[in-house]
Every structure is written in structure tokens, then in C-alpha cells.
């Protein structure tokens, strides 16, 4: 008769959990903490330098794009054309509240020439000296619009915009002999008295500003016959948006005929500004790769002596019934908590850096959250590559090869 014998269940060695590994990880940094420091210090400030220089060269930027954008790289003007039987067209009384409603647009203002109204300091200047000065309407939004400042005074408001005040453009001041805006600074416009309330600095985005002087909307119409019709439209829109709003302005002021409309091109500044942005960002992803690039062969380094020096400990471990697996799992552990402290000192460390550098140059301070989250994830994914074939080395050891050499 045959004995039958049950079948013994077969054995497997323990797992580690994942606190384990992370406390059997932190063990061995621990053991030699000053090496540790070191290389998470070399990392550190690779990871510092990468993220500085992301940083101090964003912060730049964003300074550069204020300072193009004050030179108008978003905004496009609108005005009248000809027909096509070669007479003046116009636009519709609507054209702004259309061109207003053309999503990426952000401002709209405008300006209407008064060609029946000339402009003298007094009634004793002779008809024939009228300085060359031209009389517009304007709207109340117009500095938002173009980005004109104001030498003294006020601008024109709801309130004042129905009575005879006018704000003169910076040259017409000086042609004038307006120093200084008030009550006493009397002007004629066709004929009537206007009061000076305010003098623009010179407009870099709107010259033909300089020499005009820019009365309110209602009076314009009361006075001088106004039609309301805008003879140029001023527009800001979003600067990824100028190319797709120039090619529907046209069609949008004026519907009914769109070729008797003149449109502005963008600015030369907004394809310079666009050509030094991809030109630097090709400059920070160079320098980030070379500084994560001498993180993992610091982290390497470290964890090639670390398997070296402690292959007693491998030894003891594996004679004690280790696994490969765990031996492995251990140093490659060490190498991904090793790259992550020193990625997150020196993502802090680069980010104080750009705040105290764009503090001291009155700069606005960005750090881009692509460089701090990718700076991150690039020196754990270094420190992992790093570490594998230490790992792999210290796993493939034997526990009397080990302890032998110890």
C-alpha cells in the first residue's frame, strides 16, 4: 500500500513593505551621514543652479515682455480705406461696439478726426499759423487703449467730455505755449473756448497724438456737426491672438465691406520677442540637462563606493536569508531617497536664489512650476537610473563572496 504524503507548501521569503524599505533606506544614509550630505549637496546644487538659472532667465523675460509689450506688440488699429471707386470710405457708427465683441480682444477705443475745426492760442493769432495742429474726438478709454500718460491734469470723463475741455497731445502743448494745464489756459477750437485740462506725455505707441488736440465725444457732435463716426480704432488683444483677430478686424468693423478698411500689421517686436523666447528656452533645457546630468553621475559615484564599503553588511544580510531582490531593492532605495532630498534643498535653494536676484533688480520673480515639478521628477528619475547598477552589483553578490572581502 502507497503511502501518500501531502505536498509541503512551498516556502517564500518575506516581503518588505514599503515602510521597510524607506526605513532600511534612511538606515543606510544614516550609517554615513557625512558622504550622504555631500553627494545630496552636489545634487543640490545642481538641481539649484538648474532651477536659478530657469528662474533669474524667467524673470527676465517677463521683464522683456512688460517692456515690448509698452511698445505695443498686442495692439492694431483700425481706420478707414477707400472705396472701390477711389472716394473715402467710412466706418459704421458700430464699428467699436462690433470689434469690442471679438473674443481675444481685451480693449477697444477710438478717435474721430473734426476736419472743420482749426486750433489757435488766441483770437489775435492770424488763420493762416494753426501750428499744424489737428482736432480729434476721443473716447474716454483712449490711454488704457494706447498706453498715453498724462503730464498734468486730468483726462477727459464722462462729465467733462460734454463741455469744452480738451487735453492736448504733447507737441501741440509746446506749439501752444500750454505750460500747465488749469482754468486760465484758454484755447480756441473753431472758434469756441476750450479750457486746457490736461497735457499727455509724448505717445511711443500713437504718435499722431502728439499734435492733435483731443476734446470730448458729445461736444463734438453739439459743436462742431460730429457724424460720431470713428476715424481710427485703437485694439489690444491677447499677444497669442494678434495674428487671428487682425485677419477678422476688417470684416468686423464694417460687414458690408470690408476692403474699404485698413487694418495695421503686428508689430516687428512681437516676431523679435517670439524669436528670444524660443531661442531661450532652448538655452534652459541645454543647462537643465547638464546639471542633471552631473547629479546622476554624483548619485552613481556615491552609491558604487557605498556597495563597495558595505559588503560585509550585503553579506551578513544575505547569509541572515536576504533576497537578491531585497538586497536590490535596498540600494536602489538608498539612491531614490539620496536624489530626492538633494532635489528638493536645492529646488528651494534655486528658488531663494531667483527672488533675492530679482529683488535686487526690481524684477518680477518667476520660477516657471515646469522647472521646480520637473526638476523634481528628473533627479528622482536620475537618482533611480543612478542607482540601478550599484544595485544590481550589490544584489548579484554572494554572502561568502561578501563576507570574505569584508
Known sequence: MTTVHPARPRLSPARMAPRDVVRVAAAGLRSRPARALLSALGIAIGIAAMVAVVGVSSSSREELDRQLAALGTNLLTVAPGRTIDGQNAKLPTEAEAMIARIGPVTAVSATGAISNAKVYRSDRIPKVETNGLSVLAARVGLPDSVGAGLRGGTWLN????????AVLGAAAADRLGIGRPGPRAQILVGGEPFTVI?????VALAHELDTTVLIGWDIATDLFGFDGRATTVYTRSRESQVEAVRAVLAATANPRAPGDVDVSRPSDVLAARRAANATLNGL??????VALLVGGVGVANTMVISVLERRAEIGL????????????VQFLAESLLLSALGGVGGVLLGVLVTAGYAA????????PAWATAGALAATVVIGGVAGLYPAIRAARLSPTEALAAA
Open 158 to 165: 464722462g462729465a467733462t467730455g460734454r463741455y469744452p475741455a
Open 198 to 202: 490736461g497735457v499727455l506725455n509724448p
Open 284 to 289: 534652459l533645457l541645454g543647462l537643465g540637462a
Open 317 to 328: 544580510r544575505r547569509s541572515l536569508g536576504a533576497t537578491r531582490g531585497q538586497i536590490r
Open 360 to 367: 535686487y533688480q526690481a524684477w518680477p520673480a518667476v520660477v
